[in-house]
């Protein structure tokens, strides 16, 4: 694929100054619209985001240490969970996504940059201040939000503290947010793909990410909408969810769920695309199933709409909706299973090696999987009464969310780190913190299937004593796992001061426009398009 | 020292005050009535599809990283699809997804036919405690945690049942068919019984139901399953199933217990009960029943719950503090309290709150003056 555009680029990598270059000082980074400044602004705020998510997993898992009530008082304990829920999903997985797409999608369909810029620096800036805002409520007189993340109505309504309102407008900002980096994701992947990226050549991280920006825009409103009912139902007399007034508290779950269940695909999706990036890489050989691999990410993204109370059978639904939500939930599984086998199929037979990305996205497979085998069993409606609320959910969210999404996001900045900086970061490091971290995530959270199953609820922050040991090898899990994140801190800064210069390519088998540009990719990349074969 | 001493030493440092507890079970419970056991079925057949899936995907998988390795010197395939495959891999999960179906939507079915019950229990949540109404008998109750503060924090050992025990749990026979109506006062719980397979949500204004056949007579400990503020852990759920001829007896005691207690009442209505009296009755029930919220130092939380201590009401006229404590605030965490608690109750609290933590208006409340405010019930 390379060609003389490419060389092209390469050239004016050092013409750089006159044609305008990287800006100098705070500025830079307040004004700028290059995609990849803004990329990496979006990374380095989910990595900030995911230690302050993280320290409050820490609190939660301090207190539960031990039963009985020692570190904090229950009212800050849901505060904590709330908080640590929100700041997880909005703060640290959703950015670093939109962090890899901004940097990466470009470059993957040969285009300068994102179509939309000055809305792209928006989209970023606007993310700050919604969680400056979040996390100033903890500090509030009463406390910060302590409804859990899904803010279930009434206990979020009329029974909340006098800091929602709050809340309610730092959603409204992350909502904002999510919706214009989605429709510069679709503009982008509509207009500007180079000639001849035709749609079934684009590589599936782009595809993953353009049908994740639909359903962005999609279901954001609606939990816009969501959040403005709770302000209203609070503040303005309102009676969305209060049976007193002809509203219905389980109409907000309702609504809820129609945002939420899209949004753990708006989550896990992008990180099918990294995967099927990454294994074909180091398996030298292509993607098995290229377009059922398509397939079965758009049937996964519209049976999303579809599935939503499932998380809702205890609500007292009538059986022919928890009929058509149970089927409609194993139905999701079979798309989901033909991603898994496409990406052993890809690895069958093919020439294999171990760079830290692989083991991150092997990690991924089977780490997810274990999940997704724990959401078919939630999905059977008469057992999901008894795993509902409990520890169970609890290890499955988190399968999917952190060995699931958040080891894809590793497995991505390892694999395109050395593209960015132009340096090998530290294996042995990376390789530390790789085992580290596979080690002590299932020390917390594969015990957690079993406290499920014995009968602990969540969200509780004291238990019955026969709890007591496994709740010790969670939060001993839990303080570990939190102590490896800080090694890959140390391999990301390692790796921007210094390091082993790459090639172009970096890895082996690395195909695909990114891998043709200079390493590190310099500040505007593409500005004619490459052609494609 | 070896690994098994150590290990010995750390779990008894760290858990040296649950010796007593019981072990763990690692698996869903069986339950004890027939919906409960084909629900530990369906569990478990659906996890043996998951570990015979999972055998085959990931062993698949292991063997081409032992054996498909770059360093073994193999040159990679080039196939990168077939449809024939890909059609396989699609088919044999559905079929087994069908094959799933059908067991599960058939004990389904039956957990939602609650027709033909031979007892009715109303169940109703509230922040944080359960309430129970026979609807064949004249008899109802609270249902309240009966640990103690001290167990929770630390300052006395924790009993066995630590957290899972209550004031008065609910009884039911053992071989009929009992409903439940389920609902709430405030917002939104969960009752839960592992051993009935039942987690039914409470929500505020709308009544759910469930049911329960239970074979064999004992005590079933569940908790609250749904986030419902503050005390959410603190809420358990506790049932005993009785021989029926037994369970009989237990209800006629109980109906006969909750008459004498209103003639007492009756009684009290023409009596005064001193100062000293009401306030220290009145210190023992406001901590059982209100301190949750209010905090026993009278001072709330700021901006969650209202300070007693100086506040404009149980400083200022009684008639309002009296009409809020009976009548609760609709719409705020300030339940009415008419109900639930007895007018000796009633009168010692209110007595205590305006004369406590420096509140210090003199009033003793009487009985009499209570039930002035009781007539909305
Ligand atoms: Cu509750």
Redesign the pocket.
Known sequence: MSTTENNAVDSNHHADDHHHGAPKGIKRWFLTTNHKDIGSMYLIFSLVMFFIGGAMAMVIRAELFQPGLQIVEPDFFNQMTTVHGLIMVFGAVMPAFVGLANWMVPMMIGAPDMALPRMNNWSFWILPFAFLILLSSLFMEGGGPNFGWTFYAPLSTTFSNDSTAFFVFSVHIMGISSIMGAINVIVTIVNLRAPGMTYMKMPLFVWTWLITAFLLIAVMPVLAGAVTMVLTDKYFATSFFDAAGGGDPVMFQHIFWFFGHPEVYIMILPAFGIVSQIVPTFSRKKLFGYSSMVYATASIALLSFVVWAHHMFTTGMPLAGELFFMYCTMLISVPTGVKVFNWVATMWRGALTFEVPMMFSIAFIVLFTIGGFSGLMLAITPVDFQYHDTYFVVAHFHYVLVTGAIFSIMAGAYYWLPKWTGHMFDIGLAKAHFWLSLISVNVLFFPMHFVGLAGMPRRIPDYATQFADFNAIISIGGFAFGLSQILFVVVVYKCIKGGDKVSDQVWEGAEGLEWEVASPAPYHTFSTPPEIK | MTAKQSSWLLSAAVFANNAVAEEMPLNLTKGVTEISRNVYDLHMIIFYICCVIGAVVFGIMFWSMLYHRKSKGVAPANFHESTKVEILWTAIPFVILIAMAFPATKTLIAMEDTSKADLTVQVT?S??KWHYKYFDHELEYYSLLATTKDEIYDKREKSVNYLLEVDRPLVIPTGQKVRFLITSDD????WWVPEFAIKKD?NPGFINEAWTRVDVPGIYRGQ??????KD?GF?PVVVIAKEPAEFDKWVSEQVEIAKKAKEEEQKLLAMNMSFDELMAHGEKAYNANCAACHQPNGQGIPGVFPALKGSAIAIGDLGAHIDIVVNGKPGTAMQGYGKQLGLKDLAAIITYERNAWGNSTGDAVQAAEVIKYMSGQ
Not at chain 2, 187 to 190: C, D, E, K, P, R
């Open positions: 949540g922040q944080w917002v939104i719980h969960s409470a609250c399953a749904e986030l419902c503020g959410h809420m």
